[in-house]
C-alpha cells in the first residue's frame, strides 16, 4: 500500500521561516508534489520533486530525498496569506495504474503576527 | 473554459436519495481525476480517468458510487442511496498527461459540497 505522514499542524510568525515535512510509503515512486489549499479554496500545485535536492521557486522551496523517503516544503518570509492546508502527494505504480496519486492527510499552518 | 468546472457548486440531498456530481476537465486534459474530501481532512482518492476509460476504480467506497467519462471529457460522479457519511466536498482534477516519469501537475475545480440530511 501507500502512506504519507505529514504534521497536522504548524504555527510560524509572519516574516519567519517554517519547513513541513513528508515521509512516504509507496510501491514504487515518480515523485512528490505540494500542493496550497485555502479554506473553502481548490488545491493549487506549488512544487514537483522528481530527483533528490532541492528546488526553489521564489519563496517556497522542495526538498526530496528518495532514499529517506522524506521530503519538505520550506516557506520563507511567511506572509499571513500563506496561511492555508499544504499537502504532500505522490504519484506511484500499484498495480496496473501509473497515475494514481495519493495525497498526505494535510499540513494547517497559521501564521501570526 | 479556463480552468476545471464542477457543477453543482452545493448539493443537499435526502439520506436515500440518488445524485450526481459533474466535472467539466481543462480543454485537452487526459487525465481526469475524482478524490472526497471530508471537513478538516485530507484528500481521499475515489477513481481516475485516462481518456475514458477508469484504470484503477480501487477508491470507490462501495458499489453505491460510480463513475464515467465520455468523449474525453465530462465526468460524472454518482452516489446512489446517499448515506450521511457521504456527506464531503468531491474534487475533480484534470491534468494534461498521463506519464509517469512526467511532472503533470493537477487542476483542481472547485468542488461540490455534498449535504445528506
Known amino acids: 500500500g501507500q502512506s504519507l505522514e505529514q504534521p497536522s499542524e504548524v504555527t510560524a510568525v509572519e516574516g519567519a521561516i517554517v519547513q513541513i515535512n513528508c515521509t512516504y510509503q509507496?510501491?514504487?515512486?515518480?515523485?512528490l508534489s505540494w500542493y496550497q489549499q485555502h479554506d473553502g479554496g481548490a488545491p493549487t500545485f506549488l512544487s514537483y520533486?522528481?530527483?533528490?535536492g532541492l528546488e526553489e521557486t521564489g519563496r517556497f522551496s522542495s526538498f526530496l530525498s528518495r532514499s529517506d523517503s522524506y521530503g519538505y516544503l520550506l516557506l520563507q518570509e511567511l506572509q499571513m496569506k500563506d496561511s492555508a492546508s499544504y499537502f504532500c502527494?505522490?504519484?506511484?505504480?500499484?498495480?496496473?495504474?501509473?497515475?494514481?496519486?495519493?495525497f498526505g492527510s494535510g499540513t494547517r499552518l497559521s501564521i501570526r503576527p | 473554459g479556463a480552468g476545471v468546472s464542477q457543477s453543482p457548486s452545493n448539493k443537499v440531498t435526502e439520506k436515500g436519495k440518488d445524485v450526481e456530481l459533474r466535472c467539466d476537465p481543462i480543454s485537452g486534459h487526459t487525465a481526469l481525476y475524482w478524490y472526497r474530501q471530508r471537513l478538516g481532512q485530507g484528500l481521499e482518492f475515489l477513481i481516475y480517468?485516462?481518456?475514458?476509460?477508469?484504470?484503477?476504480k480501487s477508491g470507490l467506497p462501495s458499489d453505491r458510487f460510480s463513475a464515467e467519462r465520455t468523449g474525453e471529457s465530462v465526468s460524472t460522479l454518482t452516489i446512489q442511496r446517499t448515506q450521511q457519511e457521504d456527506s464531503a466536498v468531491y474534487l475533480c482534477?484534470?491534468?494534461?498527461?498521463?506519464?509517469?516519469?512526467?511532472?503533470?501537475?493537477?487542476?483542481f475545480g472547485n468542488g461540490t459540497r455534498l449535504t445528506v440530511t
Open positions: 509507496t510501491s514504487g515512486f515518480y515523485g
Open positions: 482534477a484534470s491534468s494534461s498527461r498521463d506519464t509517469s516519469s512526467y511532472n503533470s501537475p493537477l487542476h
Open positions: 502527494a505522490v504519484r506511484a505504480p500499484e498495480g496496473s495504474s501509473a497515475s494514481k496519486i495519493i
Open positions: 480517468f485516462q481518456g475514458n476509460s477508469a484504470p484503477d
Open positions: 520533486n522528481a530527483l533528490d
